[in-house]
């Protein structure tokens, strides 16, 4: 049996291996290898697809799509935070739960996107309940971004933590896709409980009416990437 020790230490390792191949191959997140091995494995990109990046700060992910789309691709990333600007990609700076940020990308992203991505994840407070509850809400959030904006029998990719309410996201999924997977690439902590939902051939469901901000509150509720352990 592996001591937690040593699993501790393989999960450090390989993390530091992760953040030094970011950093030699100028990609913005270690995070960026998480996407690649994902598409490596289930083909999410095709050259001049259209993709709409979640939580899409620091801008790791929105390198990758970029890239694996090509010069004709259309990649757009929405995040509270700002992101720094990347050639061939348009940004928003706002909170995607709320109506006008929702304009703004229908605005800017004109027509409908191939793949929604979301690396979306909340404050990480301590208690494992309220950040598991948080993902959760933050994952409905992204799958009603996509019930607006997803082609038919397009691709979602999306983050979630393992939890006692996971299996509502999961069959959130399975209603609007034809083949769902779960899968935790190589580039996660090993102690870490998020995985990813990998989502193909969307089938079209009724969008909810998105509610127009009426307070400042909740944006510092969902603003920094974390991950539970």
Not at 93 to 119: H, N, P, R, Y
Not at 140 to 146: K, P
Not at 152 to 170: A, I, P, Q, T
């Given at each position: ?148 904006i997803l082609k ?19 069959d959130a999924m ?56």
């Open positions: 049996m592996v001591s937690h020790m040593t699993k501790r230490w393989l999960s450090e390792h390989k993390q530091e291996k992760y953040y030094r191949l970011a950093k030699k191959f100028d990609y913005r997140s270690r995070a960026s290898f998480k996407l690649m091995q994902i598409d490596d494995r289930f083909s999410i990109f095709r050259e001049g697809d259209s993709v709409v990046d979640l939580g899409a700060s620091p801008g790791g992910w929105l390198q990758v799509a970029k890239e694996r789309t090509g010069i004709d691709g259309k990649v757009i990333g929405v995040d509270l935070r700002p992101i720094k600007p990347i050639d061939g990609v348009i940004t928003i700076l706002g909170d995607i739960t709320v109506k006008e940020t929702m304009d703004e990308l229908f605005e800017k992203f004109g027509g409908k996107a191939d793949v929604v991505l979301s690396d979306m994840a909340p404050n990480v407070g301590g208690n494992y309940s309220t950040d598991h509850a948080r993902s959760i809400h933050l994952c409905t959030f992204a799958i009603d971004v996509a019930d607006h038919k029998n397009g691709k979602m990719v999306v983050k979630v933590f393992m939890g006692d309410m996971f299996s509502e996201v999961r399975d209603i609007r896709f034809q083949n769902v997977k779960v899968h935790a690439p190589d580039a996660t902590r090993s102690t870490s409980s998020e995985v990813y939902i990998i989502a193909k051939g969307f089938k079209g469901h009724e969008p909810k009416e998105m509610q127009a901000s009426d307070s400042e509150e909740k944006r510092t509720e969902f603003t920094v990437k974390g991950e539970l352990k």
